[in-house]
């Protein structure tokens, strides 16, 4: 059989990579739960109907259907592409059983058919946090969950030294609002040409305005003329001002950008600034969108995104309006990793490797591996009864720090300095750092 080759798009981590990965998914999870999120699971697969009603993302769904389907049979189910989607139908199968506002952090993995680039994958695991309302929910909101994102990327900033980010955000209402002060109808389609601004730059956005929408050039002028505001704090509402466009959606996205930015500046300060070029390509948004990017790493593109939205969740007689922000696990560790980003202690979880003096003792070395782990060391049995320097070696090569000989009472040996002292499995304990690896940022 041939060698297998890798599958593009579809990344698979080694043991000290995955490492790393589960040190972030351990850190969020932390994060999230301190600010009472629960954990909710979904399906793989939605329906085809549910999952191309938003956005412009269709052409990127992956068909599910049997190997030996009936050609006549309808394509009906989609891996999801995203986790909110999926959210937006689980809350409406479970509303009765929830208590609004309702918090959800969900970790898992989503399909997308793009094409494969650097933190781009078509299988990859984000991580998402929601609140959600019944009939309505507190502007507040908007505030916090941004804010619980950036606090969870800060922690790994302090960890493992994650580099640090930069939330870009803005309000669709602010855009929209402005738009429609120029006369524009068609604003969710202005604001998916604007979504492309930071990535084609502002002739060709105000070109496409033109082309794609019909805009008077000097209308499309004045949409990329916002985009182009960024501000590090609350600045942003006289240069939008002083464009002279007024209406009342206009100021109520303002307000709530200030407000936004405020908190923001008083709690991670340098962490998040305005920026008007943020749009969102989901027609699902509604108020506040989010992106972020790795300061040092912007090539990558956004790593974090989301935003407000008023009308994801509704069966007709219930509207559950929300926010909502997910960061794209595997998007911001892929690169990172690749270049070498980070260090890990050891490849393995193992901290002592209990050695073997034969067979026929093999029960004991087992005895000292159950006393051990039944106090949280993590533990394992020499895998053969060989001399004592050949089990060193292979605990060497596996990257575990302690060997143990002999029976309960024994001695251990630090294989990196070869200090040897007696021990009891009973109470002996590991220095903090040697108890479990530790990542590390690259020097």
Request: net charge negative.
């Given at each position: 059989?041939?060698?297998?080759?890798?599958?593009?798009?579809f990344p698979e981590f080694l043991p000290d990579e995955r490492i790393v990965e589960q040190t972030v998914l351990d850190t969020l999870r932390e994060t999230f739960e301190l600010h009472g999120f629960g954990n909710i699971e979904t399906r793989a697969v939605e329906p085809l109907a549910q999952l191309s009603r938003k956005g412009e993302i269709t052409k990127e769904v992956y068909v599910v259907r049997r190997l030996h389907a009936d050609e006549a049979d309808q394509d009906e189910l989609g891996l999801h592409f995203d986790l909110t989607v999926p959210l937006a139908r689980w809350v409406l199968e479970h509303s009765g059983a929830l208590q609004f506002p309702f918090r959800r952090y969900q970790i898992q993995k989503v399909w997308r058919g793009e094409r494969p680039q650097e933190g781009r994958y078509r299988e990859f695991?984000?991580?998402?946090?929601?609140?959600?309302?019944?009939?309505?929910?507190?502007?507040?909101?908007?505030?916090?969950?941004?804010?619980?994102?950036?606090?969870?990327?800060?922690?790994?900033?302090?960890?493992?030294?994650?580099?640090?980010?930069?939330?870009?955000?803005?309000?669709?209402?602010?855009?929209?609002?402005?738009?429609?002060?120029?006369?524009?109808?068609?604003?969710?389609?202005?604001?998916?040409?604007?979504?492309?601004?930071?990535?084609?730059?502002?002739?060709?956005?105000?070109?496409?305005?033109?082309?794609?929408?019909?805009?008077?050039?000097?209308?499309?002028?004045?949409?990329?003329?916002?985009?182009?505001?960024?501000?590090?704090?609350?600045?942003?509402?006289?240069?939008?001002?002083?464009?002279?466009?007024?209406?009342?959606?206009?100021?109520?996205?303002?307000?709530?950008?200030?407000?936004?930015?405020?908190?923001?500046?008083?709690?991670?300060?340098?962490?998040?600034?305005?920026?008007?070029?943020?749009?969102?390509?989901?027609?699902?948004?509604?108020?506040?969108?989010?992106?972020?990017?790795?300061?040092?790493?912007?090539?990558?593109?956004?790593?974090?995104?989301?935003?407000?939205?008023?009308?994801?969740?509704?069966?007709?007689?219930?509207?559950?309006?929300?926010?909502?922000?997910?960061?794209?696990?595997?998007?911001?560790?892929?690169?990172?990793?690749?270049?070498?980003?980070?260090?890990?202690?050891?490849?393995?979880?193992?901290?002592?490797?209990?050695?073997?003096?034969?067979?026929?003792?093999?029960?004991?070395?087992?005895?000292?591996?159950?006393?051990?782990?039944?106090?949280?060391?993590?533990?394992?049995?020499?895998?053969?009864?060989?001399?004592?320097?050949?089990?060193?070696?292979?605990?060497?090569?596996?990257?575990?720090?302690?060997?143990?000989?002999?029976?309960?009472?024994?001695?251990?040996?630090?294989?990196?300095?070869?200090?040897?002292?007696?021990?009891?499995?009973?109470?002996?304990?590991?220095?903090?750092?040697?108890?479990?690896?530790?990542?590390?940022?690259?020097?």
């Amino acid at each position: 059989m041939a060698r297998p080759k890798p599958l593009s798009g579809f990344p698979e981590f080694l043991p000290d990579e995955r490492i790393v990965e589960q040190t972030v998914l351990d850190t969020l999870r932390e994060t999230f739960e301190l600010h009472g999120f629960g954990n909710i699971e979904t399906r793989a697969v939605e329906p085809l109907a549910q999952l191309s009603r938003k956005g412009e993302i269709t052409k990127e769904v992956y068909v599910v259907r049997r190997l030996h389907a009936d050609e006549a049979d309808q394509d009906e189910l989609g891996l999801h592409f995203d986790l909110t989607v999926p959210l937006a139908r689980w809350v409406l199968e479970h509303s009765g059983a929830l208590q609004f506002p309702f918090r959800r952090y969900q970790i898992q993995k989503v399909w997308r058919g793009e094409r494969p680039q650097e933190g781009r994958y078509r299988e990859f695991t984000q991580a998402d946090i929601d609140i959600i309302g019944r009939g309505e929910l507190a502007a507040h909101h908007d505030v916090e969950v941004p804010l619980v994102m950036l606090e969870a990327l800060e922690r790994l900033h302090e960890r493992i030294g994650l580099p640090p980010v930069l939330m870009h955000v803005n309000n669709r209402k602010l855009s929209e609002g402005f738009y429609r002060g120029l006369g524009v109808t068609d604003t969710p389609g202005v604001l998916q040409i604007v979504d492309k601004y930071d990535r084609i730059g502002a002739q060709a956005t105000a070109q496409l305005l033109v082309d794609e929408l019909g805009l008077d050039a000097g209308v499309a002028e004045r949409c990329v003329e916002l985009a182009t505001i960024r501000s590090d704090d609350t600045g942003f509402v006289d240069r939008v001002r002083a464009l002279g466009v007024a209406d009342e959606l206009l100021d109520e996205g303002l307000a709530e950008l200030v407000t936004l930015l405020e908190e923001a500046n008083r709690r991670v300060p340098g962490r998040l600034c305005a920026d008007l070029s943020i749009a969102r390509g989901m027609d699902y948004y509604t108020g506040c969108v989010y992106e972020t990017e790795l300061v040092g790493f912007e090539s990558m593109g956004s790593i974090s995104s989301g935003g407000r939205y008023d009308s994801l969740a509704s069966d007709g007689r219930n509207s559950h309006p929300g926010v909502g922000i997910s960061l794209g696990v595997t998007r911001l560790l892929g690169p990172l990793l690749a270049r070498g980003q980070f260090v890990v202690s050891r490849p393995v979880p193992t901290c002592v490797l209990v050695a073997v003096d034969s067979e026929e003792t093999r029960d004991r070395a087992l005895d000292v591996a159950a006393v051990l782990r039944g106090r949280g060391i993590p533990t394992e049995v020499a895998p053969r009864a060989d001399k004592y320097g050949k089990q060193i070696r292979y605990a060497d090569r596996r990257g575990i720090p302690f060997v143990w000989f002999g029976p309960r009472v024994g001695e251990i040996k630090d294989i990196r300095s070869g200090d040897q002292q007696p021990a009891d499995a009973a109470d002996w304990t590991p220095e903090e750092v040697d108890l479990h690896p530790r990542v590390l940022p690259a020097e």
